[in-house]
T-cell receptor
Framework: KQEVTQIPAALSVPEGENLVLNCSFT??????LQWFRQDPGKGLTSLLL?????REQTSGRLNASLDKSSGRSTLYIAASQPGDSATYLC???????????FGTGTLLAVQP | NAGVTQTPKFQVLKTGQSMTLQCAQD?????MYWYRQDPGMGLRLIYY???????DKGEVPNGYNVSRLNKREFSLRLESAAPSQTSVYFC???????????FGSGTRLTVV
């Protein structure tokens, strides 16, 4: 059974700091991995999608990497801002389940 | 650019009442999904529809039924609501080949 773990569960940083969020998964036979952002009381906004054949994807200050063989992904946020405060979720699709399986998220607080 | 639209946004039910959560997408996506999100449990798949005319159970299907009315619409029905079904419900969709999930903004359901 695919399990997705995100570390840390919560993170507080001062504004301007670069930071890394981690995601690990137990079944490396995935088709893709997606990072989402969720603001309190809101839905999920897709940030980045990495296909299994890719190593990384970039969008603005965000960079996501994928190491499928080791079952790991990282989301790098450069020059963090208070507006980046949210819960960040990673999810993998594929493997035995062929469904999107979510991690429990990292709650990020960027202090002004 | 509506994306995935869910109605209603909020609902309070009494135990034993029934209701249907509506979801519609305008992106011509093939697959649609219903998730529930609970504190400490993350997002869990209730039911999904890989294509029009098909539905399958996810992780937590008990107490729910679904209907894929057409390619655009996928509804979730609670026949006899229970307090354990208090949750936030999200609908999502993906195109053929799953180039990323798009989520609706959610329905916050309370069963008293």
């Amino acid at each position: 059974k695919q399990e997705v773990t995100q570390i840390p569960a919560a993170l507080s940083v001062p504004e301007g700091e670069n930071l890394v969020l981690n995601c690990s998964f137990t079944d490396s036979a995935i088709y893709n991995l997606q990072w989402f952002r969720q603001d309190p009381g809101k839905g999920l906004t897709s940030l980045l999608l990495i296909q299994s054949s890719q190593r990384e994807q970039t969008s603005g200050r965000l960079n996501a990497s994928l190491d499928k063989s080791s079952g790991r992904s990282t989301l790098y946020i450069a020059a963090s801002q208070p507006g980046d405060s949210a819960t960040y979720l990673c999810a993998v699709w594929g493997g035995a389940t062929n469904k999107l399986i979510f991690g429990t998220g990292t709650l990020l607080a960027v202090q002004p | 650019n509506a994306g995935v639209t869910q109605t209603p946004k909020f609902q309070v039910l009494k135990t034993g009442q029934s209701m249907t959560l509506q979801c519609a997408q305008d992106m011509n996506h093939n697959s649609m999904y219903w998730y529930r999100q609970d504190p400490g449990m993350g997002l869990r798949l209730i039911y999904y529809s890989a294509s029009e005319g098909t539905t399958d159970k996810g992780e937590v299907p008990n107490g729910y039924n679904v209907s894929r009315l057409n390619k655009r619409e996928f509804s979730l029905r609670l026949e006899s609501a229970a307090p354990s079904q208090t949750s936030v419900y999200f609908c999502a969709s993906t195109p053929v080949g799953n180039y990323g999930y798009t989520f609706g903004s959610g329905t916050r359901l309370t069963v008293v």
